[in-house]
């Protein structure tokens, strides 16, 4: 069965450092991952996906992921980080079979600091 | 485009009610899904659906119910409403073109069981 592990459930990070969150996943197929980030009291919105065209994958809001197979790892990363990206951030797989399931992580739940 | 929508935003509910919660998308999705979400747990599929008339159970469906009469509607159902229901439910949908689709979640049901 296919799962996703995020590492720290808190994040923080002053205003202008690296942001780094992780997500380790387990699968027997290839995986098809997902980051999506929740901003307080709305929905999810898709940041980035890997879909095995390239193993390093930029999103929306300068955020990008690199997919390392050795690894089983897909960590999000942003090189400075701005007080709007303060917010939960989820690491997904999809189920390859016909449903297309989602199987989320944990979340991470990331704090800029002024 | 309205996207992904939900009704009512906030509910409170006594043990033993009923209630349903709306969700309605607009993009001509055949994929729909009910999560709840649960601090500290992430998301957990609750039921989905592949297309209208078609629903399947998810990891939690335990006390749910869901109908698909239409491509658009997918609603929730609780019968017998209990504190352990008390979560953040999302809904969303997609296209059915394979694993890396894309979801899109509508802005949530905050509901909460007394």
């Known amino acids: 069965a296919q799962s996703v592990t995020q590492l720290g459930s808190h994040v923080s990070v002053s205003e202008g450092a690296l942001v780094l969150l992780r997500c380790n996943y387990s699968s027997s197929v290839p995986p098809y991952l997902f980051w999506y980030v929740q901003y307080p009291n709305q929905g999810l919105q898709l940041l980035l996906k890997?879909?095995?065209?390239?193993?390093l994958v930029k999103g929306i809001n300068g955020f990008e992921a690199e997919f390392k197979k050795s690894e089983t790892s897909f960590h999000l990363t942003k090189p400075s980080a701005h007080m709007s990206d303060a917010a939960e951030y989820f690491c997904a797989v999809s189920d390859p079979s016909g449903t297309y399931k989602y199987i989320f992580g944990t979340g991470t739940r990331l704090k800029v600091l002024a | 485009n309205a996207g992904v929508t939900q009704t009512p935003k906030f509910r409170i509910l006594k043990i033993g009610q009923s209630m349903t919660l709306q969700c309605t998308q607009d993009m001509n999705h055949n994929y729909m899904y009910w999560y709840r979400q649960d601090p500290g747990m992430g998301l957990k599929l609750i039921y989905y659906?592949?297309?209208?008339?078609?629903?399947d159970k998810g990891e939690v469906p335990n006390g749910y119910n869901v109908s698909r009469s239409t491509t658009e509607d997918f609603p929730l159902r609780l019968e017998l409403a209990a504190p352990s229901q008390t979560s953040v439910y999302f809904c969303a949908s997609s296209a059915p073109g394979g694993p890396t689709d894309t979801q899109y979640f509508g802005p949530g049901t905050r509901l909460t069981v007394l």
């Open positions: 659906s592949v297309g209208a008339g078609i629903t």
């Open positions: 890997y879909t095995s065209a390239a193993t």
